[in-house]
Each structure stands twice: as structure tokens, then as C-alpha cells.
């Protein structure tokens, strides 16, 4: 059996922090729950974790163990590879490229875990009152943790998941798109001065560098593609009226000042594939099906909040300090 990876957790705070000796970077300075995930996210980048999951299984039922290896054994007590797995689900991904120099001593960590865990049984401590209590909290947290994920997964179904990509279609399908620049001056005068010049043969780009007052006039007023809705009414009617190659012959007025705006090219813009959606949507029904079993859940509670509490713990918190404080003012008054 693999050694229980919440156990590994248990170990003194003066050994989770400890550093690991000869390493190198911020991966040494990270608490040791951190820096015992880290090793096995080098493997992660090559296999999943489910297939280490997978392997232990497999193991466990007299099946190969090429790929969950026993790492180390503590009296008998063996360490898997699945066990430093169960530890690299949080891991930053920037933490990933220094595990393989550090290995040998994330593996002395768990070692020195698992023999403090069994000292811990010798001592009696298993029915410590301190550890029986700790041991209630975290499996309430397990078991909630668990009826939530078991909501979400009973929820997101691949109807779901199509129904939203087809809700996400029907509010986007295909985007007309125009690509534009424009010169912004402080003066209708300015811009109809301007026009004259780009209907002589002046270009537009270098007309935009010289003249125009918005920060994309260094750009030559490129503003690259937009759709409807992403610009300012009186711009965007005016920009998707003209078609590649024009600009407006009359000055547009907004409340930046007054453009003159050039459409280069037209496109349409197709929506994301379901691939490319589907996590973003598994995320939205995530939070969805959480919402809907927790607002389940408050309907048949009895449920009674007290803030008002919060406040009177907090002035009366206030009033003691003061007090003191006070007090502590008088006394150095008395002793001068």
C-alpha cells in the first residue's frame, strides 16, 4: 500500500522548512508540502497523473510497478513515487525545471516525515486528544471537498458543455471586423485642413506620425481590428461605413476630439472551435454547478447569521486597547 500522502504533511514545522542542503534557488527556500510536490512534476511533463494513479492501482493488484517504484523504505514502511505525485498537483510551474538536482533530498524528507510519523504511533499518540481533534477537522474538510467535486462532476455532462458552446455561438457566430487608422486632432479645422492634404496625395501614415495627437500617432494611428461594439459609436459608424482604401471626407467628432479615419481591410472573424472553448466552459459550469448545490443546500438549512456580533467583539476589542493604552500613561505620568 502507498503510505497515506496526507501523512506526509504531518511533520514537525521546524522540518517542513527546513532547507534542502546544496540546492540551489527560491525551490530551497519553499515549505517542505511545496518542495516535496516539486520532484514529481518532472515526471508529471511525461506522464499524467492519472497514469501514476493508474500504476499504483496496478501494483496494488500484483501488477508491474515500472512506473509508481517504490522511492524508499522506512522499517518496512515503503514510499512510492505516487506518494511525491500526490504532492505536485500545486506545484508553480516555474519550481519544475529544478527538481531533478534536488530528488535525492526530497526523498530524505518524506523518509524523515514517515519516521517521525512512526514515533509518533509509538508514543500513543494516536489517541491524543490534540490528534483526534485535528483528525475530525480534516475529515470534515475531506468530505465536504469530496460531496462538492462530486456535484460538479455529476453536473457537467457533455450536454451541458455542447449547450454552452452552442449559448456562445448564438451571442457571438461571425464578427464583421474592420482593420483602421486615424489621425486625432484638437480642431475640426485641423482635420479638415488634413483631409485636404490626403485627398492631394499626402500619406496617410506619415500624415498620422506627424499630425495626430492619440498615442497610436507614432504607429502611423494603425488600431489594428475591431468588431462592433469596441469603439465609440460616432467612430464605429463611420469606420463601418467606408470600405478598404477610403477614409472619411468629412471630419468624425467624439469626445477625444476629431478623427479621420481610414479603413484598410475588412474580414470576418469566425468563433472559436469547441476545442478551444471547452475550458473556459468546463470553468463556467464549474462555478455553476458549486452556486446551484450550495444555494440547494441553503434552502432546506436553518440558517442564522449574526455580523452585527462581529462589530461589538470589535469595539469592545477597541475599548480594552484604549484602556490600557491609558493606563500605561498614567503609570509613566506617576513615576516622573
Known amino acids: 500500500m502507498c503510505m497515506n500522502a496526507r501523512r506526509l504533511e504531518a511533520g514537525h514545522e521546524a522540518v517542513r522548512h527546513t532547507k534542502i542542503p546544496n540546492a540551489r534557488g527560491p525551490s530551497a527556500m519553499l515549505p517542505f508540502r511545496t518542495r516535496i510536490a516539486s520532484v514529481?512534476?518532472?515526471?508529471?511533463?511525461?506522464?499524467?497523473?492519472?497514469?501514476?494513479?493508474?500504476?499504483?492501482?496496478?501494483?496494488?493488484?500484483?501488477?508491474?510497478?515500472?512506473?509508481?517504484?517504490?522511492?524508499?523504505?522506512?522499517?518496512?514502511?515503503?514510499?512510492?513515487?505516487?506518494?511525491?505525485?500526490?504532492?505536485?498537483?500545486?506545484?508553480?510551474?516555474?519550481?519544475?525545471?529544478?527538481?531533478?538536482?534536488?530528488?535525492?533530498?526530497?526523498?530524505?524528507?518524506?523518509?524523515?516525515?514517515?519516521?517521525?510519523?512512526?514515533?509518533?504511533?509509538?508514543?500513543?499518540l494516536g489517541d491524543d486528544g490534540e490528534v483526534q481533534k485535528r483528525l475530525q477537522e480534516l475529515k470534515k474538510e475531506v468530505m465536504r471537498d469530496v460531496y462538492l467535486e462530486n456535484q460538479v462532476t455529476d453536473y457537467i455532462t457533455d450536454e451541458r458543455l455542447q449547450a454552452q458552446y452552442d449559448d456562445y455561438l448564438e451571442k457571438e457566430g461571425t464578427k464583421k471586423e474592420v482593420h483602421a487608422r486615424h489621425i486625432l486632432v484638437e480642431t475640426k479645422e485641423k482635420a479638415q485642413e488634413l483631409i485636404g492634404k490626403l485627398e492631394g496625395g499626402a500619406d496617410f501614415v506619415e500624415t498620422a506620425k506627424e499630425?495626430?495627437?492619440?498615442?497610436?500617432?507614432?504607429?502611423g494611428g494603425d488600431l489594428g481590428f475591431f468588431a462592433?461594439?469596441?469603439?465609440?459609436?460616432?467612430?464605429?459608424?463611420?469606420?463601418?461605413?467606408?470600405?478598404?482604401?477610403?477614409?472619411?471626407?468629412?471630419?468624425?467628432?467624439?469626445?477625444?476630439?476629431?478623427?479621420?479615419?481610414?479603413?484598410?481591410?475588412?474580414?470576418?472573424?469566425?468563433?472559436?472551435?469547441?476545442?478551444?472553448?471547452?475550458?473556459?466552459?468546463?470553468?463556467?459550469?464549474?462555478?455553476?454547478?458549486?452556486?446551484?448545490?450550495?444555494?440547494?443546500?441553503?434552502?432546506?438549512?436553518?440558517?442564522?447569521?449574526?455580523?452585527?456580533?462581529?462589530q461589538e467583539v470589535i469595539d469592545r476589542t477597541r475599548s480594552r486597547a484604549q484602556g490600557n493604552n491609558e493606563g500605561a500613561g498614567d503609570e509613566s505620568g506617576g513615576e516622573n
Open 211 to 219: 499630425h495626430s495627437t492619440g498615442p497610436s500617432g507614432e504607429n
Open 40 to 124: 514529481a512534476c518532472a515526471a508529471m511533463l511525461a506522464m499524467p497523473v492519472a497514469a501514476a494513479a493508474q500504476s499504483s492501482q496496478d501494483e496494488e493488484a500484483g501488477a508491474g510497478n515500472d512506473h509508481n517504484p517504490v522511492v524508499a523504505t522506512v522499517d518496512g514502511e515503503k514510499i512510492h513515487f505516487a506518494d511525491l505525485m500526490e504532492q505536485a498537483r500545486d506545484l508553480p510551474q516555474q519550481y519544475q525545471k529544478q527538481l531533478p538536482a534536488v530528488l535525492p533530498q526530497l526523498i530524505d524528507r518524506l523518509v524523515d516525515l514517515e519516521l517521525a510519523a512512526q514515533a509518533a504511533k509509538e508514543a500513543g
Open 228 to 310: 462592433k461594439g469596441q469603439m465609440v459609436p460616432e467612430f464605429e459608424k463611420a469606420a463601418f461605413e467606408l470600405e478598404p482604401g477610403e477614409f472619411t471626407k468629412e471630419p468624425v467628432k467624439t469626445d477625444f476630439g476629431w478623427h479621420i479615419i481610414k479603413v484598410t481591410e475588412r474580414r470576418d472573424k469566425e468563433p472559436k472551435s469547441f476545442e478551444e472553448m471547452k475550458p473556459g466552459l468546463y470553468r463556467q459550469l464549474q462555478r455553476e454547478a458549486l452556486e446551484t448545490a450550495l444555494a440547494d443546500l441553503r434552502k432546506d438549512a436553518d440558517i442564522k447569521t449574526y455580523p452585527e456580533r462581529i
